[in-house]
C-alpha cells in the first residue's frame, strides 16, 4: 500500500502525523508481525523534509504532551504512552554503523508489541529494520510544501 499526501505548511504536516498516529495505534496490521511486536515506522528524506515536524504531531495524536526535539545528540528517546505502552523517538543522523543501533537494545524494544517506534533516517540502518516496517518518504518540493509518502 502506498499513500501520498503534500502538505502546505507544518501545521499540516503535524496534523497529518496526529491523525496516523491515532490510525496505527488501532491496527494489528501495522505492527511486525501482525500484532506480535512493535509497531516501527521508519522515516526517510533529506534534512529540513518534515520529519521531526511530522513526529511532533505524531507524539501528538498518541497523547504524549512532551514536546519533540530533534535529538541531534541523542540516539534514542523513551516517551510513555500510557501505563504500559512506550513511544520510542530515534534518530540515526549521526550513527556509524547499524550495529550502533542494536547496543541500544533495539531487538528487545522491536519483540514488545506494545511499543510504537519512529526512526529518523532509518534508511542508514535499514539493515536491521524488521521486514513489516513502515516506511515514510519526506521530500521537499518547495518552501512550504512536503510530499509525503506512507508505505506498508
Ligand atoms: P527534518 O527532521 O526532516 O530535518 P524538520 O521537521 O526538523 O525536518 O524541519 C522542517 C522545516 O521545514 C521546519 O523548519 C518547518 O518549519 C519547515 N516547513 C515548511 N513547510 C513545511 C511543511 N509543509 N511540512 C513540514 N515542515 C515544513
Ligand atoms: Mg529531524
Known sequence: MEKV????RPSQTRKLGAVFA???LGRRDFSVGG???AIVIG?????GSGKTTFLQGFARGLGIKEKILSPTFVL???FPINRERFFYHMDCYRIQ?????????????????????VIEWAD???KILPRGSVWIKFEFINNTKRKIAVLK
Do not use: C, Q
Open 76 to 78: 534514542m528517546k523513551k
Open 35 to 37: 500484532g506480535k511486536r
Open 97 to 117: 554503523k547499524p550495529k550502533d543501533i542494536l547496543a541500544l537494545n533495539f531487538k528487545e524494544i522491536v519483540a514488545d508489541h506494545r511499543n510504537v517506534i
Open 43 to 47: 522515516l526517510a528524506g533529506d534534512l
Open 22 to 24: 491515532k490510525e496505527v
Open 5 to 8: 499526501f503534500i502538505t502546505n
Open 124 to 126: 542508514l540502518i535499514k
